[in-house]
């Protein structure tokens, strides 16, 4: 549905403080390509108290910026419902004026664009109405489960993002991997590509138990790229059991049958300094506890 917005006003709160006027544009204005939104700015149509600014020109709060009538496209999005609203709430950690730490269930999408419309941090915006930037510090991906950051302002969200550049968050994981592992491979670096670039991917592994075809690892990310534990673990010849993409197919069948429907991988803790030591803790999900169980 194409929807003709009036011109309006927006004056900057803290939550946005400190961001480029084109990426707030470009969040504010949806549906509306990137080449236009620098148009508007270009030509003088997007002020700030009044006066033209630059792509690059940093707001300050209670700045005005002006944003002229432009055309977009809606789509009518799904109802939220309140027994999706309680259940999200549950797996809350932690809470306080900065961030929530959550317990993200297995084949739970992270972003909209699944079947349902809607993903995570939908959800967390829909019950966190009253803070203006509720942002994905990280993602997980859909299948796996575990702690993931959700930021509630712009300097928390930049904050934390320098400490992952920095490597100053550690992330562990749990994962369960084909073969028996060679405990000389504790500290692994290999080269990832990802559209067309490659990039050093560092990646630290530590057994925890071994079994007669299997290896339960943990899995401190050093550095943080596009599905590194999955690759990192493939390119060592131990795929991670239950991964579709880069898994052992035969072996995945096996253990399907056996119980697991999805992949074994868990992100189990996350630790950082944001003003005190923090340190979140997602105990595995009683699926993947059940299965090890009766694992042999």
Same mark, same amino acid.
């Given at each position: 549905?194409?929807?003709?917005?009036?011109?309006?006003?927006?004056?900057?709160?803290?939550?946005?403080?400190?961001?480029?006027?084109?990426?707030?544009?470009?969040?504010?204005?949806?549906?509306?390509?990137?080449?236009?939104?620098?148009?508007?700015?270009?030509?003088?149509?997007?002020?700030?108290?009044?006066?033209?600014?630059?792509?690059?020109?940093?707001?300050?709060?209670?700045?005005?910026?002006?944003?002229?009538?432009?055309?977009?496209?809606?789509?009518? #999005?799904?109802?939220?419902?309140? +027994? /999706?609203? !309680? $259940?999200? %709430?549950?797996?809350?950690?932690?809470?306080? =004026?900065?961030? &929530?730490?959550?317990?993200?269930?297995?084949?739970?999408?992270?972003?909209?664009?699944?079947?349902?419309?809607?993903?995570?941090?939908?959800?967390?915006?829909?019950?966190?109405?009253?803070?203006?930037?509720?942002?994905?510090?990280?993602?997980?991906?859909?299948?796996?489960?575990?702690?993931?950051?959700?930021?509630?302002?712009?300097?928390?969200?930049?904050?934390?993002? #320098?400490?992952?550049?920095?490597? +100053? /968050?550690? !992330? $562990?994981? %749990?994962?369960?991997?084909?073969?028996?592992? =060679?405990?000389? &491979?504790?500290?692994?670096?290999?080269?990832?590509?990802?559209?067309?670039?490659?990039?050093?991917?560092?990646?630290?592994?530590?057994?925890?138990?071994?079994?007669?075809?299997?290896?339960?690892?943990?899995?401190?990310?050093?550095?943080?790229?596009?599905?590194?534990?999955?690759?990192?673990?493939?390119?060592?010849?131990?795929?991670?059991?239950?991964?579709?993409?880069?898994?052992?197919?035969?072996?995945?069948?096996?253990? !399907? $049958?056996?119980?697991?429907?999805?992949?074994?991988?868990?992100?189990?803790? &996350?630790?950082?300094?944001?003003?005190?030591?923090?340190?979140?803790?997602?105990?595995?999900?009683?699926?993947?506890?059940?299965?090890?169980?009766?694992?042999?």
């Amino acid at each position: 549905m194409v929807v003709k917005k009036k011109a309006e006003n927006v004056v900057i709160s803290p939550a946005n403080e400190g961001q480029r006027v084109d990426n707030f544009l470009i969040s504010y204005i949806k549906n509306v390509p990137k080449k236009h939104v620098y148009k508007l700015i270009r030509t003088g149509q997007v002020r700030i108290n009044g006066s033209r600014s630059k792509p690059s020109t940093k707001l300050n709060i209670n700045d005005s910026v002006r944003i002229p009538p432009y055309t977009t496209t809606e789509s009518l #999005k799904p109802k939220i419902s309140s +027994e /999706i609203l !309680k $259940k999200t %709430i549950k797996h809350i950690i932690y809470e306080d =004026d900065e961030l &929530i730490v959550f317990n993200k269930p297995s084949s739970f999408s992270v972003h909209s664009g699944s079947n349902t419309g809607y993903g995570l941090i939908d959800i967390v915006r829909t019950m966190k109405k009253s803070y203006e930037r509720i942002d994905l510090l990280h993602r997980l991906d859909k299948d796996t489960s575990g702690c993931i950051i959700i930021t509630k302002s712009l300097k928390t969200l930049k904050t934390l993002q #320098k400490k992952l550049q920095n490597n +100053e /968050i550690q !992330k $562990k994981y %749990i994962c369960l991997v084909k073969g028996n592992w =060679d405990k000389k &491979i504790k500290d692994s670096k290999i080269i990832l590509s990802r559209n067309k670039k490659n990039y050093e991917a560092i990646t630290s592994f530590k057994v925890l138990n071994s079994y007669r075809n299997t290896t339960l690892l943990e899995v401190d990310l050093i550095t943080g790229r596009y599905h590194q534990i999955r690759k990192h673990c493939a390119n060592l010849n131990f795929p991670i059991i239950g991964d579709s993409k880069y898994g052992d197919k035969y072996i995945n069948t096996e253990y !399907k $049958k056996k119980g697991l429907n999805r992949i074994f991988l868990h992100s189990y803790s &996350i630790q950082f300094n944001l003003g005190k030591k923090n340190y979140f803790k997602c105990p595995l999900p009683n699926e993947l506890e059940d299965f090890l169980k009766k694992h042999k």
